[in-house]
């Protein structure tokens, strides 16, 4: 017996709505459990991915937010010592900004 392809499962459909009406959120939520078959999962397996997923996002939210400032002060310090041969720090003592180094 054949089934037919234009009986779906879901009463979601994406295709249906324009783009710039489904938020980003709502496109990676729909992304996620596209690309995860949580249908063939025990309730054991889908806790145990999901919980992997919401601690490997966490630790590159943390990174992003513990790192990334020190990383950009580094960033601009390498670009203004290739461009100019001068010293950032140099330029923020005179600058009296000492405090933000």
């Not at 949580?38 to 992003?64: C, D, R, V």
């Not at 580094?74 to 100019?84: E, G, P």
């Amino acid at each position: 017996m054949a089934v037919s392809s234009s009986h779906r499962t879901s009463s979601f459909k994406p295709e249906e709505y324009p783009r710039h009406t489904l938020s980003l959120f709502d496109r990676l939520c729909w992304a996620y459990y596209i690309h995860f078959p949580f249908y063939l999962m025990t309730s054991g397996e889908a806790f145990f991915i999901h919980s992997f997923m919401l601690l490997f996002f966490s630790l590159i939210i943390y990174g992003t937010c513990a790192y990334l400032p020190s990383y950009i002060f580094y960033f601009i310090s390498r670009s203004y010592y290739y461009l100019t041969g001068n010293d950032f720090k140099v330029l923020f003592k005179s600058l009296n900004l000492s405090d933000l180094l």
